[in-house]
């Protein structure tokens, strides 16, 4: 009983914070109850009313945009900075690695702070004075459409490219210096070496990156509500599948609609994983000829 007693407080706060609301989530999807009244069986009326919503569609819209904008350049400059910080003849490589992985534990109230002030509206803010040296008009980031797509985007990938730079870093220094010696030796330039050797022996890693930025990116919330402020759950440039969710459970009472919008984006997040997953595994693959 001793081996059972050592792993039960584990078991114990997994079961009472991470698997009892799962299943009571599941269960609300089914009913209609506003948090302190009865709850009453209501079958798959939620999901109608969810999939009914054109909010919901543009929620969904705005989560995809934003999550590829904002996710997919991560895994390309990931890769390329982690080679970068590996090479042998760079100076201070310890503080560049601190450097680029400062932003991953920022505290989000000095990120609202500092991406407030680049994205202003204002004409004069540092994102429109870039855009004006190139003879651009400025942009109302936090007001139009596609200001505020861009500007969250920004925001997600400058937060967590240096989370997958690191697991990438982590997993080039991983690979033996005797492979790229034996290229060497047989001719093969860095470039080649990059792409025989390091991409598809980092194969494991960036399987890892692509299914938690997918994960991550499908359950999007804090980057758009501190962009947005009091307006992100009244306007809906920006607002994520989460933010949709949050706003039934949190700000209209309505629990039910909110556990199935909760079951649907489980549903999307296990197909687009599933996807992102079977694309990214057939790096370092050779095509058969025949």
Avoid: C
Avoid at 8 to 17: H, L, M, N, T, Y
């Amino acid at each position: 009983m001793s081996a059972y007693l050592y792993i039960a407080p584990f078991f114990i706060i997994f079961g009472v914070i991470g698997l009892y609301p799962a299943l009571f989530s599941f269960y609300l999807a089914f009913q209609k109850w506003n948090g302190l009244g009865e709850m009453s069986f209501v079958g798959l009326n939620n999901f109608k009313i969810v999939l009914e919503d054109p909010l919901f569609w543009k929620s969904l819209y705005n989560t995809i945009v934003i999550g590829l904008i904002g996710t997919a350049p991560q895994i390309v400059i990931g890769i390329i900075l982690a080679i970068l910080l590996n090479v042998a003849f760079l100076r201070f490589r310890s503080f560049f690695r601190v450097t680029i992985f400062m932003p991953y534990i920022t505290s989000m109230v000095a990120v609202a702070l500092i991406f407030s002030v680049i994205f202003s509206d204002h004409q004069s803010s540092l994102a429109n004075y870039v855009l004006g040296l190139f003879g651009a008009d400025p942009v109302s980031w936090g007001t139009s459409e596609w200001g505020t797509k861009i500007a969250i985007s920004i925001m997600v990938f400058w937060r967590w490219v240096g989370y997958n730079t690191i697991i990438y870093l982590a997993g080039i220094q991983s690979i033996p210096n005797d492979v790229y010696e034996a290229a060497t030796i047989d001719g093969a330039s860095k470039f080649q070496q990059v792409i025989h050797i390091t991409l598809p022996l980092l194969k494991p890693f960036i399987l890892l990156t692509v299914f938690f930025s997918t994960v991550g990116a499908l359950q999007l919330f804090s980057e758009p509500t501190v962009f947005l402020g009091a307006s992100a759950f009244t306007r809906d440039e920006a607002m994520t599948v989460v933010m949709y969710l949050y706003r039934d459970a949190f700000k209209l009472q309505s629990f039910g609609t909110a556990s199935a919008t909760a079951i649907i984006l489980l549903v999307v997040i296990i197909i687009f994983a599933a996807i992102n997953t079977y694309l990214t595994s057939g790096i370092g693959k050779k095509r058969r000829r025949g």
